[in-house]
């Protein structure tokens, strides 16, 4: 079983629209987590990095939740535009240092927006 | 540009053959990182560098895979007597040195190599 499971597999909206992602974890204790996008080809990037402290953190149309006691993350896409098409991966940091050496990868969600 | 890159894009070599993967990270970036990604599977961590040692190299999955890097700067992924299993996106990541903003410890990632082993 995956320690880090992302919901939706995969899912088409309209340009536009508002969707959300979302991240299950079971692995703990942990520095931070982290939502990364992944266009196709590409390496990832990153969108936004929480400390387990965190509630939420917003990077532009992108806004990520974390709820550490239920041990869910959601990733938010406000409006979304053509170019949000891609896979969104959420990453956990058991590095207790927050060093990032220690990272956990999701399967990622593939988003495809269509016209 | 200034990104990670690495080389070459693609890669296809037969069974049983030695491979080398190349990574140029960000200037001034002491760590860095492989990973591993397989399709339909999340990223898989193979080693971490610092400076040119390897503190963690758990994640190397056998014998045939070693690395190393010199000057503190390039890295090269080996993979040795290739698999058909061994077929893959290698990823490599830079990050800055450890300090006590999160910048610091952002990864920066290349394009991958895509390795076909047939």
């Known amino acids: 079983k995956n320690q880090v499971e992302q919901s939706p597999q995969s899912l088409i909206i309209l340009e536009g629209k508002n969707c959300t992602l979302q991240c299950n974890y079971t692995v703990s204790p942990f520095s931070n987590l982290r939502w990364y996008k992944q266009d196709t080809g590409r390496g990832p990037v990153s969108l936004t990095i929480?400390?387990?402290?965190?509630n939420t953190k917003s990077n532009g149309r992108y806004t990520a939740t974390l709820d550490a006691d239920t041990k869910q993350s959601s990733l938010h896409i406000t409006a979304s535009q053509l170019s949000d098409s891609a896979s969104y991966i959420c990453v956990v940091d058991l590095d207790p240092t927050g060093g990032g050496n220690k990272l956990t990868f999701g399967t990622g969600t593939q988003l495809k927006v269509e016209l | 540009g200034a990104g990670v890159s690495q080389s070459p894009s693609n890669k296809v070599t037969e069974k049983g053959k030695d491979v080398e993967l190349r990574c140029d990270p960000i200037s001034g970036h002491t760590a860095l990182y492989w990973y591993r990604q397989s399709l339909g599977q999340g990223l898989e961590f193979l080693i971490y560098?610092?400076?040119?040692?390897?503190?963690?190299k758990s994640g190397l999955p056998s014998d045939r895979f070693s690395a190393e890097r010199t000057g503190g700067s390039v890295s090269t992924l080996t993979i040795q007597r290739t698999q058909q299993e061994d077929s893959a996106v290698y990823l490599c990541?830079?990050?800055?040195?450890?300090?006590?903003?999160?910048?610091?410890?952002?990864?920066?990632f290349g394009p991958g190599t895509r390795l076909t082993v047939t």
């Open positions: 990541a830079s990050s800055r040195s450890r300090g006590r903003d999160w910048i610091s410890y952002e990864q920066y």
């Open positions: 560098f610092q400076g040119n040692s390897a503190p963690d």
């Open positions: 929480m400390t387990f402290s965190e």
